[in-house]
């Protein structure tokens, strides 16, 4: 719990710099295949500070997001099996180091494939389910890279897009609200996040 709102400090205080743009891209890029993260707090925290930019911090989210996408699908195919058709030790290194990513989870995913295709991915890129898994598992078990890529584009947008344009929206009520209250909602971001790992290992 310490180390997951340190990171989320740590991800918020780039709100406050001129390189928040960058790292919004940088962050939405990682959490796509590795990182732990998602980009929303950021997000909000950019959007509120600039709301006439609302849509061009989306559309900058999104497009990082597909692109880390990608790379969790590379993942996947290229480095996820070792010659003999076992985990390689990339792989295993995974399982070992990134929360909720197990597995029996991973082959259980394989399954929800099978039978949702698109819609799992969708499922994956729009809630707080650990998309990264989702990426990863897409390019282990082959998945269509076509319907892969517009799941991909159309959860992350819709999810992007919806954030930034219920701030551009509300923007004040909201601002006045999450100062109000920032302390409780950090932790409750904070529960929600672990919330998706917990829930990817017991729903799955």
Known sequence: MKYVRQLYDWMLHWAETPYGPIAL???AFAESSFFPIPPDALLIALVLGARKKA???ALNSTVASVLGALLGYAIGSFVWWSDGGEF???ALFFFNNIPGFTETIFYKVQGLYEEWNFWIVFTAGFTPIPYKVFTI???AFDVNIIIFVIASIVSRAGR???VAGLIWKFGDQIKGFIDKYFNLLAIAFTVLL???FVGIKYLF
């Open 25 to 27: 891209f940088a962050l």
């Open 160 to 162: 992007f897009f919806l």
């Open 194 to 196: 672990i919330g998706g």
């Open 137 to 139: 598992s897409a390019g």
């Open 55 to 57: 849509f061009s911090f």
């Open 88 to 90: 390689s030790n990339f």
